[in-house]
């Protein structure tokens, strides 16, 4: 099976791609200033560079993309037809990557909560209420 795309188009679509500051982790984090819920984002100090760091409640948030994170039985998270053994090979490194600082994180102490792509798109509210509710219960 052939891409859809030239390899000039698929080239120009993935260099789009942002790896931070993506629109649902800026969403994220309006919701979480609404709140009066302080941050720093992107904080290269802790494994994984977590997208949001809640030092009051000692705990961390990545916001995967279901795509590059292989979120399995997702509707994002499609194995492309064309450079499929390259493909899965990278989406494994970065789950086992994904595993590993999330067991750093945990056997220092912090709590960290994964926030799905699908999820925010689907029900953000509901998510992010969640979230607030979790992150609370040991505050």
Not at 47 to 64: A, M, Q, R, W
Not at 90 to 98: G, P, Q
Request: with cysteine.
């Amino acid at each position: 099976m052939t891409d859809v795309f030239s390899a000039e188009k698929r080239s120009q679509v993935m260099s789009r791609i942002q790896g931070k500051e993506t629109k649902l982790e800026i969403k994220v984090r309006q919701f979480l200033r609404r709140q009066g819920i302080g941050f720093r984002k992107n904080y290269a100090h802790l494994p994984g560079k977590p997208d949001v760091v809640l030092t009051k409640y000692k705990s961390v948030i990545f916001i995967n993309g279901c795509f590059w994170h292989g979120h399995e039985g997702c509707k994002y998270y499609v194995v492309p037809k064309t450079r499929t053994e390259w493909w899965m090979e990278k989406i494994a490194v970065t789950k086992e990557r994904d595993t590993r600082h999330t067991a750093a994180l945990v056997k220092n102490g912090w709590r960290v909560f994964v926030i799905w792509e699908c999820e925010l798109e689907k029900a953000f509210e509901n998510v992010m209420n969640d979230l607030i509710l979790k992150l609370k219960i040991r505050d």
